[in-house]
């Protein structure tokens, strides 16, 4: 059975990330990049998948860049076995990658797709959700268990999700669609010697047009703009005197 | 102008994030339909009826509705999209699971949790956690939106004889059988939900262990009625639950009262707080940069601290 893990290139989770001065964007010029996180949850759980028997591929997608390729080496590293980097420079949005994987999907055949519930640039959460409504799949977003099974020769995933207030259990068959969110498991260091190996795997590149997919943006940023500072308040001395503050001029409790 | 929005619900009643989303759909106009999908879901749908601004209640009452899966949900409001310019849903578990699947069947890009309404087509969002903020515009002919619930107020719930929306009847669309629920796990709680209450105590890995986090705050929350909430680092430290989660990753909150206990302030957990009325920050470390957006902060050794407070405010 073969897996399918999209992974995107965004800024580095660990830097602050400044608004240029002119309100039109990110600055991204010299920042660090990195996969997205969730997306490297992805490719972890694929990867952990196949390495437990229930998968015998696992195909790391990406989108965007040139660069790009640097995030499928680096899923390619983990432990996925080839890359398919879709190029553009084009601005892409959430709706058009989910049409782009859904080309690929129809390409490929996988049988599940994994993918990061969010991005932490545009931190849109739609991209798995969009996927699995245009193939007509069934999906499980916010996944903290994934297990797999076969049930007389039918395919099933057994997903603990992540629901406001607890969890809930879904079961689904496949092809589906899942989202990663952060428990699912922690995401392996790639190794030297592993990093050396993924240069040598197959990554072929196509373009949107190959797959006959229209990537124009349906949403237009204006501007970009700092959130609102909140100044710092006061320190105070005492316990005694935060509760008169509290009480008399805050009046919150 | 017509707006549908997507009803949180437990079949029995409304949740409190509907009602912030139909706060948002009155800033796009004044003809809101709310949508209530589940089953034997009558009480939820009279609720609805009563939210001010609503003026019709959709229901729509099957089996296969009872867990709210995407796939029928989704299926049954392309449906009955017929009419609208804009569908709303909170931005939950449930609606961000079910809207972005609205969006594509129709064919439209979805504008995730909006803090403003600028215009019928143009809309306010945090982006990189909450480090920037994006106005954009939308070309497409239906805006799919989810909504941020703490940068709207609560639309007010009417009384019997103030409510005058109407409720219909919806025929339910098949069932898809694409997911089926097996079971939740709902950490049951005396205490107000993190989403809805007034005052927050959350903590972080200063506490040192759960036994801490739970000898330290519970009777802090108790006193003053709180819910209680974590730091990622907390949370992934094993002292609470993720649904405790505060933070860019977990819940976002914005009480009337945030008091954060042994939490030093990372990026990703100010995300989810800063919007609170009153944050105060209780530290053994000056330096800890959760000063920097606490109204009041106290430096000194929480296990000694709490308790004192807890004795002050009971």
């Known amino acids: 059975m073969k897996i399918l893990v999209a992974a995107k290139r965004v800024t580095d989770p660990n830097i602050k990330i400044r608004v240029k001065p002119d309100g039109s964007g990110v600055e991204l010029a010299n920042v660090k990049m990195a996969m997205n996180p969730f997306d490297e949850i992805a490719v972890e759980e694929a990867v952990r998948l196949k390495e437990a028997g229930k998968s015998t591929e696992v195909v790391a997608v990406s989108a965007g860049g040139a660069q790009c390729q640097e ?29 782009l994987l ?11 797709v994994i993918l990061g519930k969010q991005a932490i640039d545009d931190d849109a959460n739609q991209t798995g959700q969009m996927l699995a409504a245009l193939m007509g799949w069934p999906q499980a977003t916010f996944a903290s268990k994934v297990e797999l099974a076969d049930s007389g020769g039918q395919m099933m995933a057994t997903v603990t999700r992540e629901i406001d207030g607890g969890l809930e259990t879904v079961e689904m068959k496949l092809p589906a669609v899942i989202t990663t969110d952060l428990r699912l498991n922690e995401p392996r260091y790639a190794t030297l010697p592993n990093i050396m190996k993924a240069k040598k795997k197959p990554l072929e590149t196509v373009k949107p047009a190959d797959l006959g997919v229209d990537v ?3 949403l237009a940023t204006l501007s970009v703009a700092e959130p609102r500072k909140r100044s710092a308040g006061v320190m105070v001395a005492d316990v005694a005197q935060l509760v008169e503050k509290l009480k008399n001029e805050a009046k919150v409790i | 102008m017509t707006i549908l929005v997507i009803a949180e619900h437990d079949n029995q009643s409304i949740k409190a994030a509907t009602l912030n989303t139909v706060s948002a759909a009155a800033k796009l106009g004044n003809e809101i339909h709310v949508l209530v999908a589940g089953a034997n879901c009558a009480a939820a749908a009279e609720a609805a009826a009563k939210i001010a601004g609503v003026t019709k209640v959709r229901v729509a009452d099957a089996a296969h509705y009872d867990a709210q899966t995407a796939e029928n949900l989704a299926a049954l409001v392309i ?49 990189y956690a909450g480090n920037a903020m994006a106005t954009v515009k939308s070309s497409d002919a239906v805006k799919v939106i989810t909504v941020r619930t703490t940068a709207f107020e609560g639309a007010a719930v009417l009384a019997n004889e103030g409510c005058s ?52 705050l519970e009777p802090l929350a108790d006193a003053l009625g709180a819910a209680l909430g974590a730091s990622r680092a907390a949370v992934d430290a094993g002292y609470v639950p993720n649904d405790y989660q505060v933070g860019q990753t977990g819940k976002i909150v914005a009480p009337q009262l945030y008091v954060a206990i042994g939490i030093s302030g990372a990026i990703q957990h100010l995300a989810g707080m800063k919007d609170s009325k009153v944050i105060v920050a209780i530290n053994k470390d000056p330096e800890a940069s959760i000063f920097q957006v606490a109204d009041y902060g106290l430096v000194g050794d929480l296990f000694a601290l709490v308790p004192e407070l807890v004795a002050k405010v009971s």
Do not use: W
């Open chain 1, 216 to 218: 124009a943006p349906r």
């Open chain 2, 79 to 127: 449906a009955n999209a017929q009419g609208y310019t804009h569908i709303l849903a909170p931005s939950t578990a449930t609606g961000k699971n079910v809207a972005p699947r609205v969006a594509a069947l129709l064919d439209v890009a979805q504008i995730s949790d909006i803090v403003a309404v600028e215009g019928a087509d143009t809309f306010v969002r945090p982006i």
């Open chain 2, 165 to 216: 929306a109407t409720v219909e009847q919806l025929a339910a669309g098949p069932d898809l059988g694409l997911t089926s629920l097996k079971g939740r796990e709902l950490t049951k709680s005396a205490r107000p939900e993190l989403g809805a209450a007034k005052i927050i105590i959350s903590g972080g890995r200063g506490l040192g262990s759960g036994e801490n986090y739970h000898q330290m």
């Open chain 1, 102 to 112: 859904k080309a690929l999907i129809d390409k490929e055949a996988p049988q599940l």
């Open chain 1, 71 to 99: 995030t499928l080496r680096g899923a390619m590293a983990m432990g996925a076995d080839r890359g398919i980097l879709v190029e553009t420079d084009a601005e892409l949005q959430p709706l058009a990658v989910a049409k």
